[in-house]
């Protein structure tokens, strides 16, 4: 009944822009953390973003720090991750995920409990 679902990725220009969406349905995102992490070929996921259902409250790894910010649209039950001035090492299969809600974020995987599909970002010219 609880489903993420993303949309959002695909092929993009080197400092080029992309919006990522992410669909919940099944529940209400108010009332979820919810993160955005990446995982390239061959390397773990990493974590991107994450936004604190509690007091709104936003993090962001160091290499996006500046370029990528994480939203929430309540009437539509949707986060989004504008991606601005992108970069080939932005590469990446995305995936956003929820947790129960806490008192801050956190950028862990094994703390988030639904994935979305995950969609594939490619930077290259």
């Known amino acids: 009944q609880a489903q993420l679902v993303e949309s959002g990725g695909g092929l993009v220009q080197p400092g080029g822009s992309l919006r990522l969406s992410c669909a919940a349905s099944g529940f209400t995102l108010d009332d979820y953390d919810i993160a955005w992490f990446r995982q390239a070929p061959g390397k773990g996921r990493e974590g991107v973003s994450c936004?604190?259902?509690?007091?709104?409250?936003?993090k962001y790894a160091d290499s996006v720090k500046g370029r990528f910010t994480i939203s929430r649209d309540d009437a539509k039950n949707t986060v989004y991750l504008q991606m601005n001035d992108v970069k080939p090492e932005d590469t990446a299969v995305y995936y956003c995920?929820?947790?129960?809600?806490?008192?801050?974020?956190?950028?862990?995987?094994?703390?988030?409990?639904?994935w979305g599909q995950g969609t594939q970002v490619t930077v290259s010219s």
């Open positions: 995920a929820t947790r129960r809600r806490g008192r801050i974020c956190f950028m862990t995987p094994t703390l988030y409990g639904y």
């Open positions: 936004r604190a259902s509690s007091d709104g409250g936003t």
